[in-house]
């Protein structure tokens, strides 16, 4: 559990092209994607900063299986089943939906892990913060930690402020104006919020459609005591078309986006928050002179094509 807390800070790459000179833009990233356990890059990002505190919360309670919940493609539930086999806990996915006959990739490793996979009906799965359905769950797997799906609490909101901390140290003398993450359930983009402490602006990329996050984000801020202020906003018009969507013309930004910058993005995420940021930039949306820190959260393992 020791490497939970003491890694090196993930690194920051600085990106350059003749669009961002041409727009007065300097470009850095936030390499979460780096900070991992495995080469497969199941546990990292954004999931490490999540679970960090709650696995060692976990532990420190006594416990030593997990129970959580996720879609077929999530990177939540690939992150848990990876953390579960690293630092001994048995895992349990309630997954969204009936068995298929072909799992997804996601499923398929998460079950290579270890992971015992739950499967319910979409319907039933929207009762996922129902305390007597939960109750019933652990009643029939024993007493288990429960991670929330995508794995945000307050304990993870925890988790990614240590990122802002991070940027404080590696960029002192000269902080971004502003932070852009991906957002699937707003946890993220809630944590940085909180350590920001008004010294820059987040931009929160929704994943998703139906227009629901900047609701979700406020009610993560005060559920964990920060009122809600005016220095972050929510993107909602680069989903392409919801969340584990795609589009050809989203995989050929991957592609190009790779081979201009050596750097892999995800179809779920990251890819979304950086062909959203780059349109962002090339239609004068930031001020000459601005300084963007974008937060890559990894989620690698849930591509279906690779590069």
């Not at 470009?27 to 490490?48: A, I, M, Q, T």
């Not at 068995?99 to 929207?126: D, I, V």
């Not at 699937?184 to 929704?206: E, R």
């Amino acid at each position: 559990m020791i490497r939970l807390l003491n890694h090196p800070p993930s690194p920051v790459q600085e990106l350059h092209a003749p669009l961002f000179a041409e727009k007065g833009i300097r470009l850095l990233v936030k390499r979460d994607d780096l900070l991992s356990l495995s080469e497969n890059g199941g546990f990292c990002g954004n999931k490490w900063r999540k679970m960090k505190y709650n696995l060692l919360e976990a532990r420190l309670r006594g416990q030593n299986r997990l129970l959580t919940f996720g879609g077929a493609f999530s990177n939540h539930i690939s992150a848990v089943a990876e953390a579960g086999q690293s630092f001994g806990f048995e895992t349990i996915g309630v997954i969204r939906g009936e068995a298929p006959a072909s799992p997804s990739p996601t499923l398929q490793q998460a079950a290579a892990r270890g992971m015992h996979l739950h499967y319910t009906s979409r319907s039933e799965f929207q009762r996922k913060n129902n305390p007597d359905w939960i109750a019933a769950l652990l009643e029939q797997y024993g007493d288990c930690y429960v991670l929330p799906e995508g794995g945000t609490n307050r304990l993870a909101l925890d988790g990614c402020r240590d990122m802002v901390e991070e940027v404080f140290e590696q960029c002192a003398g000269n902080l971004p104006h502003y932070y852009c993450v991906a957002c699937g359930t707003g946890g993220t983009l809630a944590g940085i919020i909180t350590g920001l402490n008004n010294t820059a602006k987040a931009i929160g990329f929704s994943v998703l459609k139906g227009g629901f996050m900047r609701d979700a984000v406020i009610q993560l801020l005060l559920d964990y005591g920060v009122a809600p202020s005016d220095n972050w906003e929510i993107q909602e018009q680069y989903h392409f078309g919801g969340y584990a969507k795609t589009t050809p013309e989203l995989f050929v930004f991957m592609k190009t986006f790779y081979r201009e910058y050596g750097i892999p993005l995800d179809q779920v995420y990251t890819a979304k928050l950086f062909y959203g940021l780059f349109d962002l930039i090339r239609n004068g949306y930031f001020a000459p002179g601005s300084s963007i820190m974008v937060i890559h959260t990894g989620g690698l393992q849930g591509n279906s094509k690779k590069f």
